[in-house]
């Protein structure tokens, strides 16, 4: 499995400099993650910082290394409803939200399974991707009520500080198995050289990283589960043209073009892509049949 190493910021750090940004590409860090809620307030830098990792490549003097793919974290705990929490990190990003390949679902305090899928629901109805952050401990030390199987449907993002970069969760064995993991926090606060302050160090699934049509659900299609997708991919492409608002029309314009590459193949695709068409169709006035 190829992987991309990365980085994740929180507000500790301020505002990173576009130097700061370039040291971090030629040292081949291609994924910049940057906390958008912290569970109790939001971080004032993370548009800004999510811009630069995200234009670094197009500033002059232009140097020959690669694109960064972002994401965000948003820490869901006790005191804060999902929604809130969700909705606070998505104004956070502010203009950088439908540019991110993910939105991680932070989970590091007392809660329950119930409030990690409402997060999830609330991120797909924004036209996010979901993972979910946590690790370990959160399990072993029954932080987390309810059926923790309910939980592993959405990709992993997990932290354990065993200082060897790989993707195997299995080597944790208070996490629930088999469990998708797209990302491992592997190594915690430490400095770079070159670098004026401290970061932890992870690893993630490129190809899922990259790709934000990953391949998940590629179960062939019946006759009648055609003719659904294709009037799901219609009603979403008139929303292209119709009098929606801008933001909808660029969400339907990414939706249209992926619902389309897997209705093409005659396979399902994700089952998030059909909910956030759903959730698109609702915002737009229009509901989905």
């Not at 940004?21 to 569970?39: I, M, N």
């Not at 203009?95 to 390949?101: A, F, I, K």
């Not at 993707?167 to 088999?178: V, Y």
Request: aromatic content about 10%; overall charge negative; proline content about 4%.
């Amino acid at each position: 499995m190829i992987t991309f190493k990365g980085l994740d910021f929180s507000v500790y750090q301020r505002e990173i400099s576009m130097a700061n940004v370039r040291r971090f590409a030629e040292r081949d860090f291609r994924v910049a993650v940057v906390g958008s809620w912290h569970g109790g307030s939001d971080n004032p830098y993370a548009e800004e910082n999510l811009r630069k990792f995200r234009i670094h490549h197009t500033v002059e003097p232009v140097i020959d290394v690669g694109r960064f793919h972002t994401g965000t974290y948003m820490i869901v705990n006790a005191w804060h409803s999902p929604r809130e929490s969700i909705e606070r990190g998505v104004a956070a990003c502010g203009n950088e939200w439908d540019s991110l390949s993910f939105a991680a679902i932070d989970v590091e305090q007392e809660g329950d399974v119930d409030t990690v899928l409402r997060a999830e629901e609330e991120i797909l109805r924004r036209g996010g991707r979901p993972c979910l952050y946590t690790g370990g401990w959160v399990f072993g030390n029954g932080l987390i009520r309810g059926r923790l199987q309910d939980l592993t449907h959405i990709p992993l993002w997990y932290s354990h500080y065993s200082l060897s970069p790989g993707l195997d969760s299995t080597r944790d064995r208070r996490l629930p198995q088999p469990w998708k993991t797209i990302g491992h926090q592997y190594r915690g606060t430490h400095t770079v050289p070159g670098i004026n302050f401290e970061i932890d160090a992870n690893v993630f699934d490129a190809a899922w990283v990259a790709d934000y049509g990953w391949k998940e659900g590629e179960d062939k299609m019946t006759d009648e589960e055609k003719r659904k997708m294709r009037e799901l991919e219609e009603q979403v492409g008139r929303l292209t043209v119709e009098n929606a608002t801008v933001r909808n029309r660029r969400r339907a314009s990414r939706l249209f073009g992926m619902l389309s590459e897997w209705a093409d193949a005659g396979e399902k695709g994700p089952s998030w892509l059909r909910q956030q068409c759903r959730y698109l169709l609702a915002d737009s006035g229009t509901i989905p049949e």
